[in-house]
Structure formats: structure tokens, C-alpha cells
């Protein structure tokens, strides 16, 4: 049975302290992050008393996993330290859309050195969100994520990442409410990201994706 029950975000810590960041918070509502389906209470009572509990649900790929690495080394390796930092599956961030909280756990995101954080220590200004998409996901990443990411006053670059094909969306805001959308299909090709400087060869991204 689905859940009925509205939960607080301080609900959605203390489960995220006990079973990692498996879940995302859509106000009141604490979903599974890869698939954005809500849980059921049942789950969510146990995890809150932090009971030991076999939890099932749509889990990452391997490629899915390899992919993420890609970005997240390459990023590393070529990303100013003294200005940025990147994350991986963290940190959290916090949105506010039509007065309805939600939180978010990006593939890959880049912030400033100097993150703005909330007392809970969820970031309201990353720069670039990368998200890679699942079979169940693409409805989140392409309408429910882009809209929500979009509302982020400092967020210049978005790029959704598919995982069945060598293909990028990049959306990149070129005004307070203009946006520029790209698609990149070919393994010649890059992805720039003029916010940090970095260009990020199509090859390196899927590199070794081909063997899975």
C-alpha cells in the first residue's frame, strides 16, 4: 500500500542518515531517487525507527554507474579546485516550485567553492547538474527535473545523459527565463561547458560503455 502520510523533512534526514541517499523528498511526499516512485509507509515507518529491513527498488546500472564515474573523473581532472567543487550522487539540493519544497540528488553536480547551504546543509546554488538517465526515469529527468532545475537562479548548464545511447541534451540558460537546448549524438563530438571552462569529449563520457 502507497503512502498516505505527509512527512517532514526532518523524516527525510533522519532516513537518509540511516539507509543513504537512496531517496528524494517531494514535498511531503519521500520518493525512490531513480524512479521517482513514492513508498510505501510501511518501508518508511522502519526505516524512521531504523530497523534492519531488505529494501527492494529499481537500482543503478552498471553502466549507469560507469557513466557517472566518467563525468565525475573527468570533471575532477580538469576543473579549477580554487573556484568549484563536483560531486557525485551528492549533494543534496533544495528547490522551492510553486511554494512546493522538494529535494534532489543529482547524478553529478558542480557548485561554487563556496556553497550557499541551508542549516541542513542541502545546497540552493549549484552551477551544472548532470543527470543520467534510467528506463523509469525519463519523464522525471526530462519534464519533472528540467522544470525544477530551471527555477534555480544559478544553475547554468543541465544535461541529461542517456544511458541506451551515445545522445546529450544540454540546456543552457542564456537569460533569467531563456534557456538554449543542444543535442549531441556523435562520438566526435563534445560537450562544452562554458560556466567552468571544461570541454568533455563524447568518448570520455561513454568510455568503456560499449563492452556492457
Known amino acids: 500500500m502507497l503512502t498516505t502520510t505527509l512527512y517532514t523533512k526532518t523524516d527525510y534526514d533522519k ?18 531517487k531513480h524512479n521517482g516512485q513514492v513508498i510505501e509507509d510501511e518501508i518508511l515507518a522502519k526505516l524512521l525507527n531504523q530497523e534492519d ?17 566518467n563525468i565525475h573523473y573527468k570533471l575532477n581532472l580538469h576543473l579549477d579546485r580554487n573556484l568549484f ?4 550522487n551528492n549533494p543534496n539540493i533544495i528547490i522551492v516550485v510553486n511554494g512546493k519544497e522538494k529535494i534532489r540528488i543529482p547524478d ?8 550557499i547551504l541551508t542549516n541542513n546543509r542541502e545546497v540552493i546554488n549549484p552551477l551544472v547538474i548532470f543527470e543520467v ?9 526530462y519534464i519533472d527535473k528540467l522544470r525544477e532545475y530551471q527555477s534555480i537562479e544559478t544553475l ?5 545523459v542517456e544511458q541506451d545511447k551515445n545522445c546529450l541534451v544540454h540546456y543552457q540558460r542564456v537569460s533569467a527565463t531563456e534557456w ?33
Open 133 to 141: 538517465v534510467s528506463p523509469s526515469s525519463v519523464q522525471t529527468d
Open 108 to 115: 553529478v553536480t558542480i557548485t561554487p567553492k563556496k556553497e
Open 15 to 32: 532516513i537518509c542518515e540511516f539507509a543513504g541517499s537512496l531517496f528524494e523528498y517531494d514535498d511531503g511526499l519521500i520518493v525512490w
Open 156 to 160: 547554468q548548464n543541465y544535461i541529461i
Open 85 to 88: 567543487r563536483v560531486y557525485g
Open 53 to 69: 529491513i531488505q529494501i527492494y527498488s529499481e537500482m543503478a546500472t552498471h553502466k549507469h554507474n560507469l557513466i557517472i564515474s
Open 180 to 212: 538554449t537546448e543542444d543535442k549531441i549524438e556523435t562520438n566526435q563530438d563534445f560537450l562544452y561547458l562554458p560556466t567552468v571552462s571544461i570541454k568533455l569529449e563524447m568518448q570520455e563520457i561513454y568510455a568503456d560503455c560499449e563492452e556492457l
